[in-house]
């Protein structure tokens, strides 16, 4: 039997008590959600609609409930209807890192309590309470998402068919990528802990969302995603400092201390290279598939990462190799 999907004004009305209020679209992201602000006369609010027929809210709630005793600022819920897919939330505001680097602000602060507020999220109790605990990023997840790359960015958007030679050699450092990922200890894990899902609220705290993905995986998957954000390009120097910031934290707060000096460097950079290649997966992905060509935009920025990473590796030489003949 199909759900028929009460209107949203019908859920606001039940939310609210009947007070009145004003409603306005803001920006979605690359699922099938989507957000409004709600306007009352002394608060503001953000309406998720999220379609049950295409996205699960339950793990959005079952996570933020998680995460926020232990100090990590993901919107509070207000009023939930999980059957019928609208969930009322805590108004973080409209400044993404994203933004707020864009209309000047200095990106030190904002990275230090990016730092600051990752820290907190790592060091939270992998016990069994929360729903990403069950879900290890295990190699079989870590591949698949390599195998965006292969499926939808070079035979989908570069229409480009791999020999089955070349296939085998991609399996084949694929493999000895992701074999030493995996011996990285693990912490819970945002997956998407990047500028366009980090809020600069007004007291200067740093609002986390799009967290219903979180995984329990690798230690430096979230760094790399931070400081190899496919949506704005840091140079050498600031991501050393930064990565300075959270190793330091790291040794105190997770008990992360790598025997060799250079093992840290090499752990990051080896997850950066997956991680990038996933996302340009995924933006082909959304392209073909979704029709959100704008994406591939992003392309070129996220590559450049992974071109300055295998370069400083060359026991990685073949997926060099591999990613110039077929991207070039």
């Known amino acids: 039997m199909t759900l028929t999907r009460i209107p949203m004004e019908a859920f606001l009305e039940s939310a609210l008590e009947g007070n009145s209020y004003s409603v306005n679209k803001v920006a979605g992201d690359a699922s099938f959600r989507s957000y409004y602000r709600i306007s009352t006369a002394n608060e503001r609010y953000i309406l998720m609609d999220a379609p049950p027929d295409k996205e699960d809210s339950a793990p959005f709630l079952d996570i933020a409930r998680f995460l926020h005793p232990y100090g990590v600022a993901v919107p509070r819920i207000v009023q939930e209807d999980l059957q019928q897919g609208y969930l009322l939330l805590e ?4 400044t993404t890192f994203l933004l707020a680097l864009n209309q000047g602000s200095s990106p030190r602060p904002l990275y230090q309590a990016a730092v600051e507020t990752l820290l907190t999220l790592q060091e939270t109790p992998i016990d069994g309470s929360c729903i990403a605990h069950q879900r290890p990023f295990d190699y079989a997840m870590l591949r698949r998402e390599l195998a965006l790359f292969t ?34 200890p693990v912490v819970l894990v945002h997956r998407d802990y990047h500028s366009r899902n980090l809020m600069w609220c007004d007291n200067q705290r740093v609002g986390v969302l799009d967290f219903q993905d979180a995984v329990v995986g690798p230690i430096t998957y979230d760094l790399a995603s931070l400081l ?36 840290f460097q090499r752990d990051l950079d080896w ?7 996933k996302a340009i997966g995924i933006f082909g992905r959304l392209s073909r598939r979704d029709g959100k060509h704008g994406y591939l935009n992003d392309i070129p920025r996220t590559m450049g990462y992974v071109r300055e990473t295998l370069a400083r590796y060359p026991e990685l030489l073949t997926l060099s190799s591999l990613i110039d003949r077929y991207a070039p």
């Open 91 to 94: 108004d973080f505001g409209d």
């Open 151 to 184: 499926d939808w960015y070079i035979e989908q958007i570069r229409e480009t068919p791999i020999s089955s030679a070349d296939r085998q050699r991609f399996d084949e450092v694929f493999d000895r990528l992701l074999q030493e990922i995996l011996q990285q």
């Open 228 to 263: 190899r954000d496919c949506y704005v390009a840091w140079d050498g120097p600031f991501r050393a400092e930064i990565s300075a910031l959270w190793l330091q934290g790291a040794r105190k707060r997770l008990n992360y201390s790598p025997e060799e000096p250079q093992r």
């Open 271 to 277: 997850m950066a290279i997956q991680r990038n290649l």
